[in-house]
T-cell receptor, first 115, second 112 residues
Framework: DTGVSQNPRHKITKRGQNVTFRCDPISEHNRLYWYRQTLGQGPEFLTYFQNEAQLEKSRLLSDRFSAERPKGSFSTLEIQRTEQGDSAMYLC?????????????FGEGSWLTVV | SQKIEQNSEALNIQEGKTATLTCNYTNYSPAYLQWYRQDPGRGPVFLLLIRENEKEKRKERLKVTFDTTLKQSLFHITASQPADSATYLCALDTHGTDKLIFGTGTRLQVFP
């Protein structure tokens, strides 16, 4: 069981730089989700994919945030021109959607610190 | 406004006792409600899912109840152990699309 894999686990970047996080979902999972979590809060939904189609991106925090899943397998989340307020843990999750109420598996997260 | 409320204060209980955590929500009509465990610095781990037409769900020492009239879910851990110490998150799925809306979580501390 390889689980959901996220890289890098930790990233420290200077304000104004671009960062990219990668997520490898569980093999054959067709749905992939991105969440953001700050200290003391629950995860906040950002966007999700069904295969390669991005079905919702309205929750992406600004136009500096973008996500892709080009071949319906791994996904990337890019943050351009980072700001200190972007410091958070970025969580990826995946599920095998078969009907409703599917088990969702989260990765260990990618910590971003913007200095 | 829409809210999901979990007790922000930590719950401290003695080993062997039953821990009960509460999740209240307003202005949502969830199709499903899920509970997750999260350890410090780690991603959430799925524990249980309960559907809107279910009153109760059990898994080993865990039990979840779901009252759509009260708009409340209770999460119980029986015979608690120090290894159960973690933050527990409830999450709503309002459209059956697996897009989850999380509460802020309750930290449980089980002491010997």
């Amino acid at each position: 069981d390889t689980g959901v894999s996220q890289n890098p686990r930790h990233k420290i970047t200077k304000r104004g730089q671009n960062v990219t996080f990668r997520c490898d979902p569980i093999s054959e999972h067709n749905r992939l989700y991105w969440y953001r979590q700050t200290l003391g809060q629950g995860p906040e939904f950002l966007t999700y994919f069904q295969n390669e189609a991005q079905l919702e991106k309205s929750r992406l925090l600004s136009d500096r945030f973008s996500a892709e899943r080009p071949k319906g397998s791994f996904s990337t989340l890019e943050i351009q021109r980072t700001e200190q307020g972007d410091s958070a843990m970025y969580l990826c999750a995946s599920s095998l959607a078969s009907g409703q109420g599917n088990t969702i598996y989260f990765g260990e997260g990618s910590w971003l610190t913007v200095v | 406004s829409q809210k999901i409320e979990q007790n922000s204060e930590a719950l401290n209980i003695q080993e062997g006792k039953t821990a009960t955590l509460t999740c209240n929500y307003t202005n949502y009509s969830p199709a499903y409600l899920q509970w997750y465990r999260q350890d410090p610095g780690r991603g959430p781990v799925f524990l249980l899912l309960i559907r809107e037409n279910e009153k109760e769900k059990r898994k080993e020492r865990l039990k979840v109840t779901f009252d759509t009239t009260l708009k409340q879910s209770l999460f119980h851990i029986t015979a608690s152990q120090p290894a159960d110490s973690a933050t527990y998150l409830c999450a709503l799925d309002t459209h059956g699309t697996d897009k989850l809306i999380f509460g802020t979580g309750t930290r449980l501390q089980v002491f010997p």
